[in-house]
């Protein structure tokens, strides 16, 4: 069963911009979440597609898309992937 996508409202507007701006950029992002949505249950348990922060950020998980870092969470009880940001990897990682 696929997972359930929700996201923070302001990147619902980033992303909404992101598809009048830059359409690959967009396509290339949303197979990923659909590929996310799809097999989060198996990518969950693999540590080399979903990546955790530290401590005391270990709850977000993030993957790289597009030479940036998208953020988000995975409720199992819910099914649901929640989005938090898409933001480049310099803001994450410097």
Same mark, same amino acid.
């Given at each position: 069963? =696929? !997972?359930?996508?929700?996201?923070? #409202?302001?990147? @619902?507007?980033?992303?909404?911009?992101?598809?009048?701006?830059?359409?690959?950029? !967009?396509?290339?992002?949303?197979?990923?979440? *659909? #590929?996310?949505?799809?097999? =989060?249950?198996?990518?969950?348990?693999?540590?080399?597609?979903?990546?955790?922060? *530290?401590?005391?950020?270990?709850?977000?998980?993030?993957? *790289?898309?597009? @030479?940036?870092?998208?953020?988000?969470?995975?409720?199992?009880?819910?099914?649901?992937?929640?989005?938090?940001? !898409?933001?480049?990897? *310099? #803001?994450?990682? !410097?």
């Amino acid at each position: 069963m =696929a !997972y359930n996508i929700t996201m923070e #409202e302001e990147l @619902e507007e980033q992303l909404n911009n992101l598809k009048n701006v830059n359409i690959k950029e !967009y396509t290339i992002l949303s197979k990923k979440l *659909e #590929e996310m949505q799809i097999h =989060a249950t198996v990518l969950l348990n693999h540590n080399t597609r979903f990546k955790s922060f *530290e401590k005391p950020l270990q709850d977000y998980k993030w993957i *790289e898309i597009n @030479e940036k870092i998208l953020v988000f969470t995975i409720d199992v009880s819910k099914q649901e992937i929640h989005l938090c940001e !898409y933001v480049p990897k *310099e #803001e994450v990682f !410097y």
